[in-house]
C-alpha cells in the first residue's frame, strides 16, 4: 500500500506524471544523448528533479518505440553514444502534453493555495 504521508511518494508520482514531457522539452531544443538529456533536466529542476540512468534510459526506449524520438548511433572520442532527437510525433506529442499541463497546473496552484501551500520556486532548485 503507498504511504501518501511520505513525500518521496509524491515526488515519484509527480515526476512519473511528467517526466516524459519534460524529456520531450529537453531535446525540443537541440539532439543529445542520455547524460545531456539528464543534465539539461537537472537545470530546469534543480535538487528537485535529479534523474538517474535507471530513469533516462528506459524512457529513452520507451519513446523511441513510440516513434516520439528518433536515435542513431554516434562516435565521439572513440566513444559510440545514441544522439536522440524529436521526430514530428514528438513535437506534437509536446505540445499536447504541455498544453494538457497548462490546463492541470492552475488548478492545483488554487488547490495549494486553499491549503496555505506556495509552490514558488519549486523547481528552480529548492528542496521538494
Known sequence: ??????????DTAILRAAGRLMMLAALESAP???YEIAQ????????WCNPSPAMIYPAIHELEAEGLIACEAEVASGRTRRVCHLTDDGREALRVGAGAWARFLP????????QGVSGGDACRGSEP
Not at 539539461?40 to 535538487?47: D, E, F, I, S, Y
Open 32 to 34: 543529445g544523448h542520455g
Open 107 to 114: 488548478a492545483m496552484e488554487g488547490l495549494l493555495a486553499t
Open 1 to 10: 500500500m503507498a504511504d501518501l504521508k511520505d513525500p518521496g511518494y509524491w
Open 40 to 47: 539539461r533536466l537537472r537545470a530546469v529542476c534543480g535538487n
